[in-house]
């Protein structure tokens, strides 16, 4: 094994094995991708990377799988638990591992914030079917370089002798029924408890993000008592599938974990400053069209992170590239986190009208995803006597998150702000 040291969680372990898939390109590109885009505009701090967070989120999800599946079965607590076989334990760890560590691979330069100009998802030619006529997103440039790059060859390679095929690994990042066999033990499938630990509402990825945002942006929002999160989950078994569940004496870290959530995006992730900065990219990427492109063959890709971004920026001759390279953002005129209109934008285009730059921006999220789909597996809450309750029903304050997150704002040039305000208040 291999120790790398980490602020957030200690000391990471890692296989020899491992670590050949994170010394490829794919993975080492990570290092330069902020996990926050121009978070570190507003907090200096914040200039870590997805690569570290991949690294955090791997070590997360082994804690979660051991504490679901021991090693060992002997206390009365788990008499009632699914049983996994010795084999299949080890192959299905494995995998969550091997998921985790990849599930942020496809990322583009500067995180979400280029996302808006990737290629047809056609053009990448994903090896397995996507049927819809839509833009990329970096979830399909993840399948496509875990099932058609370096990775999948690496995985084949290092662990396929276990049983691990890149399938696998791109199955528990976004299932596949047809992959459902794959999970098989005992009679009983465990692939949604498995992909619940990659992607749901108590995900290794969240629980990793969260602290590690909060400490590098210096804000304490996104804490939450992880230990006793970690501590409490469960598998729970619906008629012949396992699922995630979590103890109700650990409902109150849960509801915690979504406090946590929801005050990093109204105070980080949704702060004004990224977020000027991200519409006013958008706006280079319109008036230079074609200066800086994400190209749909990964080879290629791979080859794309913030410096190369960057290196566009500062050789751009674009006004909105020199404003972004020279740090002069716009002012925030107003401003309000409770929005319910529809964004149209009729505040900018009427100081447009008197030759006043401006920017509407809406920033939207949506805090559960599991108010989304009607195939999102299910999280429990398991009380002492064994009887088990969906998430939703036990706790009001989980349905509170399914609710769309809407911050809107109207960003001027400063320099004529004051007018622009005289403007807006005569009507």
Request: aromatic residues 10%; hydrophobic residues 40%.
């Amino acid at each position: 094994m291999i120790n790398i040291r980490d602020p957030i969680h200690g000391t990471l372990s890692l296989s020899t094995r491992e670590i050949r898939l994170v010394d490829s390109q794919p993975f080492q590109r990570l290092r330069n991708v902020k996990q926050l885009g121009f978070a570190d505009l507003a907090f200096p701090g914040a200039t870590h990377t997805r690569y570290s967070h991949s690294l955090g989120a791997m070590h997360v999800a082994t804690r979660l799988f051991d504490v679901l599946f021991p090693e060992r079965q002997e206390s009365r607590n788990h008499a009632n638990r699914p049983q996994l076989a010795a084999e299949d334990r080890a192959r299905f760890r494995q995998a969550v591992r091997l998921a985790v560590l990849f599930h942020d691979v496809g990322h583009a330069p500067l995180s979400h914030t280029t996302e808006m100009i990737m290629p047809n998802v056609s053009a990448l030619q994903i090896p397995r079917a996507t049927g819809a006529d839509r833009q990329a997103t970096h979830e399909d440039y993840t399948l496509k370089l875990i099932l058609d790059s370096e990775v999948s060859r690496l995985v084949t390679q290092h662990f396929g002798d276990d049983g691990i095929t890149p399938q696998d690994v791109a199955d528990l990042i976004e299932p596949e029924t047809r992959a459902r066999a794959r999970w098989l033990s005992g009679g009983l499938d465990y692939g949604p408890v498995l992909h619940q630990l990659v992607s749901s509402e108590l995900d290794a990825d969240r629980m990793d993000y969260l602290q590690r945002d909060s400490f590098y942006s210096g804000v304490n929002y996104g804490k939450f008592d992880a230990d006793w999160l970690i501590q409490n989950v469960v598998p729970t078994q619906s008629d012949s599938r396992v699922h995630l569940g979590v103890a109700a004496r650990a409902i109150f870290s849960f509801e915690d974990f979504l406090l946590s959530r929801y005050h990093m995006f109204l105070t980080v992730y949704y702060h004004h400053t990224p977020v000027c900065f991200a519409e006013m990219l958008a706006r280079y990427f319109l008036d230079a069209p074609g200066e800086y492109a994400l190209p749909a063959d990964v080879e290629q890709y791979v080859q794309h992170d913030d410096t190369v971004l960057w290196m566009a920026l500062r050789s751009s001759k674009s006004r909105w590239a020199e404003r972004i390279r020279s740090r002069r953002g716009f002012k925030v005129l107003k401003d309000d986190p409770r929005y319910q209109g529809n964004g149209g934008g009729e505040l900018a285009r009427k100081l447009q009208e008197h030759g006043i730059d401006a920017m509407e921006h809406t920033s939207k999220g949506v805090l559960s995803k599991y108010f989304l789909k009607a195939d999102v597996a299910p999280i429990y809450v398991v009380e002492e006597n064994g009887q088990t309750t969906p998430v939703e029903q036990y706790t009001p304050l989980y349905k509170r998150y399914s609710e769309a997150v809407r911050v809107h704002r109207l960003y001027v040039d400063p320099a004529r702000a004051d007018e622009a305000q005289r403007i807006l208040a005569a009507g």
